[in-house]
């Protein structure tokens, strides 16, 4: 049986956690940390880390930025596993992730997904035939309101999976309204759009001359991140210090 602690318990993705984990008789949740205590799940919540002394085998994390650097220091003082999903982390956030990651397994991945990840192969080997022929590369992201860092993590991981096909060498365009002047053939350009309650659609373009071709990833619910982060948790446990991604779980 493998122990998680649920870090972003009482948040939209911890309640879709929290009701994958309950039908998997492999998995339990032993505590969660939140900064908002709500009552309704069946495990502790602790609003502060450090009262949170239940033993476990993982951390997975469904959080924000802001609370990540206090979630690094938790899972290193207590020697856990960590399945890092949140997105939106600054430089000197990646930073310490890395720095931490010499001491304790994380697992960090912008979208946690079995499709998304395919993607991120077939996109390295469109952009390895496509971009030497002139094809220009695009990347449009939907999500819903909530969703408070643009672009998401996932049209960055599809940005860099184009790159590293294209033979680097690129760099990323953020919108153009304030720009007047022709595309430059080196840039990457990510657009964001937010509203309603869409989880997730994600295409990425390669506009050539005369023809187009599109990749599409559309997420339905939440539940496929889930169950990513979960079989993530089950990957890791027990595993040395280092850095890991999704490709090390599905193989």
Do not use: W
């Not at 350009?189 to 937010?194: K, L």
Request: proline share 2%.
């Amino acid at each position: 049986m493998i122990k998680v602690i649920l870090h972003g318990a009482s948040g939209h993705m911890g309640k879709v956690v929290t009701d994958m984990i309950a039908a998997d008789a492999d998995v339990v949740i032993v505590a969660g940390i939140d900064a908002v205590d709500r009552g309704d799940r069946d495990y502790p919540v602790y609003t502060n880390p450090a009262d949170c002394q239940e033993e476990a085998d993982a951390v997975i994390d469904f959080s924000t930025a802001k609370a990540v650097d206090a979630l690094l220091d938790f899972c290193v003082a207590r020697n856990l596993p960590l399945v890092l999903c949140t997105t939106g982390l600054t430089e000197e956030q990646v930073g310490k992730v890395n720095t931490a990651s010499e001491k304790i397994a994380i697992l960090r991945s912008g979208n946690m997904s079995l499709g998304v990840n395919l993607l991120l192969k077939l996109l390295k080997q469109a952009a390895a035939a496509l971009s030497p022929n002139g094809y220009d590369a695009e990347i449009v992201e939907m999500h819903h309101r909530r969703k408070i860092d643009a672009p998401s993590g996932t049209a960055l991981m599809l940005a860099d999976a184009v790159n590293e096909g294209a033979g680097d060498g690129y760099h990323y365009t953020y919108g153009r309204s304030e720009r007047h002047e022709k595309r430059d053939p080196k840039e990457i350009g990510i657009s964001s759009v937010r509203g309603g309650t869409i989880v997730g659609v994600h295409d990425v373009i390669f506009a050539g001359e005369d023809e187009v071709i599109e990749f599409t990833h559309t997420a339905y619910s939440r539940a496929i991140f889930a169950k990513g982060a979960v079989q993530a948790a089950k990957f890791l446990a027990g595993k040395t210090a280092g850095m890991y991604d999704m490709s090390d779980v599905i193989g």
